[in-house]
């Protein structure tokens, strides 16, 4: 059968969705990225905020009437269907299958059972244990995501994903070495690890924590690049900052979410570091990284916030001035301690006013940043050919910020040297660069 899948959320879906992706091919079903043609039609959901809920939600509604007489399934799976479960049955009656994060690897089953019995499954239960993952993707990618810890125990007031995804867990170091090998071997050049605080990783098994983990990744031949993401303040050791000294294979990027300059907000997040905290690790690690990129997420109008804890954001974002940032107006969500214990009291014309602010203060710093890389010289790794613009390449700087190069060499898969022409609003433009390199180079203090 064909199937299709549709994903909302963060990257920990995107990789939920490879997953699945993975473990429907090697059962004999074929991929096809048009709903249309789907015998299987997927909806893997994201419940950490209102709006991708929502849209998601307004997806599952046009598939389920698309859904021609019994002919095709229509699956939700993630943390939003495990949040809803048997409400989205009440909604969607002619829905087939409901199943959660931790459902994944017995998807096929779940499948045999809706075909052969012709009726709704819901399955949206807390195993207890965590879904290992044995299946690789074999696609023809340059990068690939890793993950190294699920679920999360930090309990942040206005998060849900702890509820959702369970305890953490650290996959242990073996599994996690032997994955990226395999992945190399397949021509991966570039990995991201990822998990809802990756800095906490701790497999006590081989007495390994996230640093050491790195360490072992960065022996890795072929690999040449290391990304990870989301690491949590609170937990950035001086050993992770100092990590960035001696491993040049760690791109020159970190993405710490702050959410909020004002440590009154913070204390009822519940974070567990000060603004002044935050604002000490990111001296260091511009200390050890001089252009290091660091980027972050900021929730505005969370319970409570007055104009000054808004203006306390602002006036961190100017201290910082981060390479870019991802803002989001505060919605209250099912089961977490701000839904359960604080008014949701900021007007939401106060949120979309404050959230407008802030958004175009980041921007403009993010701008600046991009203009001051016009005419420099920098390392890439080709991702892919752009299917939007024919000739182009799209490459991305260790930094992480995307680089379109026009070329008719054959370049995916390698690390070239570009010198950027122009900086656009939310990407560069760049031209091979075969003159001698002036700037930084790998191992230097100064990566960009
Ligand atoms: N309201 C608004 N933003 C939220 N985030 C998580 N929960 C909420 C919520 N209830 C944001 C945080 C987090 C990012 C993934 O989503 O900024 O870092
Ligand atoms: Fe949510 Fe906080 Fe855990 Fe991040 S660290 S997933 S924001 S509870």
């Known amino acids: 059968m064909n199937f299709y899948i549709e994903t909302y959320g963060c990257q920990m879906n995107e990789r939920d969705s490879e997953e699945i992706n993975a ?42 009437k698309s859904k021609n007489q019994g002919k095709k399934i229509v699956a939700i799976c993630g943390c939003f269907a495990k949040q809803e479960g048997e409400r989205l049955k009440e909604r969607f009656p002619n829905i087939d299958l409901i199943f959660g994060p931790q459902q994944i690897k017995d998807l096929p089953i779940l499948l045999n ?29 340059v990068t690939a995501f890793v993950n190294i810890t699920k679920g999360c125990d930090n309990f ?14 650290s996959r242990p170091k073996t599994v996690i ?62 050993k992770l900052i100092m990590a960035f000294s001696y491993l040049p294979k760690l791109c020159n990027h970190i993405h710490l979410p702050v959410q909020s300059g004002s440590d009154r907000i913070l204390s009822l997040m519940n974070r567990k570091y000060s603004r002044q905290h935050y604002i000490e690790i990111t001296k260091k690690l511009r200390d050890i990284r001089k252009n290091i990129s660091i980027t972050t997420d900021i929730i505005v109008g969370f319970p409570t916030e007055t104009d000054q804890d808004f203006e306390d954001t602002l006036s961190l974002v100017e201290e910082v001035k981060f390479d870019t940032a991802f803002s989001f107006k505060y919605s209250p969500r099912p089961m977490t301690i701000a839904y359960r214990k604080l008014r949701d009291d900021v007007p939401p014309k106060t949120k979309e006013i404050r959230l407008k602010i802030l958004q175009g203060r980041i921007e403009e ?84």
């Open 365 to 448: 710093i993010a701008q600046e940043k991009n203009r001051n890389l016009e005419g420099k010289v920098l390392d890439v790794l080709v991702e892919e050919k752009s299917e939007k613009f024919q000739g182009q390449y799209i490459s991305r700087t260790s930094c992480n910020r995307v680089v379109n190069i026009i070329s008719n060499e054959e370049l995916k898969g390698k690390i070239v040297k570009v010198k950027i022409t122009k900086a656009l609003k939310h990407s560069l433009l760049g031209e091979l660069w075969k003159g001698e390199h002036h700037e930084e180079s790998r191992s230097s203090r100064n990566i960009a």
């Open 23 to 64: 473990l429907l091919r090697m059962e004999g079903h074929f991929e096809t990225n048009s709903s249309r043609n789907a015998d299987i039609i997927i909806i893997n959901t994201c419940s950490v905020r209102e709006k991708p809920s929502q849209k998601a939600l307004s997806a599952v509604g046009r598939y389920i």
């Open 177 to 238: 070495l032997e994955e990226i090998k395999k992945r190399v071997e397949n021509g991966v050049k570039e990995i991201t690890i990822l998990g809802q605080n990756v800095n906490s990783y701790y497999d006590k098994h081989s007495n390994t924590d996230f640093v050491d983990l790195l360490e072992d990744i960065h022996s890795i031949e072929g690999l040449e690049r290391i990304r990870f993401t989301t690491s949590h303040p609170k937990d950035v050791s001086n």
């Open 113 to 141: 059972q809706v075909l052969k019995e012709r009726r709704s499954i819901i399955d949206t239960s807390d195993t207890g244990y965590v879904n290992e993952e044995k299946f690789l993707i074999d696609k023809d990618s």
């Open 156 to 169: 942040c007031s206005f998060c849900i994903v702890p509820y959702l995804r369970g305890r953490e867990f």
